[in-house]
């Protein structure tokens, strides 16, 4: 019969060693694809936005259309991927065996939270252009409402907002309109020279008087009298352009405000919105990686 002494140590089974509670290689390998199905969805509806679109008047979808459909392509791009992510993320980490399972459906949980985590940190930091075209897309042709005011407002006011410098120049229609003569009112050059200058004066004035929202009566007769020196017209008809052409900047003034704030709203909406999308797109990863997870718990080696 064998005999143990004091010194001998006791004979103890083999302990299995627990996987550790973050499995990073499959965090990483969701938040890759996660990215990667983006960018193809991204550039795949880019491609079907461009398609969509048409130079021509009454042809292809309508701005206000293209912006709502960009919107809802890229939440449902924010939701596969994040889906994808979660599910890769849950599906590919490691087994614990010795785990109570509550505490496994926590470790899953953070594990599709951090796949989504770094995929959107992937997202932003390399596939931002693309990112940014898109979504700029959708917010641009949604601030786009306003339709033709906005292509009236820019052609119409452009002098309510230009710089001294293209004030300067006077070319618009605008000013044509203002000293437009009968054919065969020939100028001389030193007239024509005259009429430049008299021309960048008189948009001076309408500039100020749209930015101070008032056309004193004074600066009416005075433009009026320079119309009449340099066209065939009488004061009466000079005056009568006065009023037409600061009526038509008040107007594109207030369509181009209109315009401003279409946009600014159509922008907080759209952002407020892709907000939502991203934190739903959290939860979906979450329980994604969840189900995943079970998944991975249930497979068995037959």
Do not use: C
């Amino acid at each position: 019969m064998h005999s143990y002494s004091e010194n001998t140590p006791p004979v103890t089974a083999p302990v299995a060693l627990e996987a550790s509670a973050v499995s990073w290689g499959a965090i990483i390998a969701g938040a890759i694809a996660a990215a990667i199905l983006s960018l193809i969805l991204l550039l795949l509806g880019t491609g079907f936005g461009f398609s969509a679109i048409s130079p021509w008047s009454g042809e292809g979808i309508s701005a206000t259309t293209f912006g709502v459909t960009t919107v809802l392509w890229v939440t449902f791009v924010s939701l596969a991927a994040s889906a994808l992510g979660g599910y890769l993320a849950g599906r590919l980490r490691s087994r614990w065996t010795t785990t109570h399972v509550d505490e496994i459906y926590f470790r899953d949980t953070a594990h599709g939270f951090l796949a989504w985590a770094v995929s959107t940190l992937i997202t932003v930091t390399l596939l931002t252009s693309a990112v940014t075209g898109v979504i700029s897309g959708g917010v641009k042709a949604g601030a786009a409402i306003a339709g033709g005011a906005v292509a009236t407002a820019a052609t119409a006011g452009a002098a309510a907002v230009a710089s001294d410098e293209e004030v300067a120049g006077g070319s618009g229609y605008l000013w044509d309109s203002l000293f437009r003569s009968e054919p065969g009112n020939d100028l001389s050059a030193d007239d024509r020279a005259a009429l430049a200058d008299a021309r960048t004066q008189v948009a001076r004035i309408f500039v100020n008087a749209i930015r101070n929202d008032s056309l004193p009566e004074n600066d009416a007769r005075y433009i009026a009298g320079v119309i009449a020196e340099y066209t065939d017209v009488n004061q009466q008809e000079a005056e009568r352009r006065v009023r037409d052409a600061y009526a038509s900047l008040q107007e594109a003034e207030v369509a181009a405000k209109e315009a401003a704030d279409t946009a600014a709203k159509a922008t907080a909406y759209a952002s407020l919105w892709l907000f939502i999308s991203l934190l739903i797109g959290a939860f979906i990863a979450s329980f994604a990686a969840t189900f995943g997870g079970r998944q991975r718990d249930r497979a068995v080696i037959r």
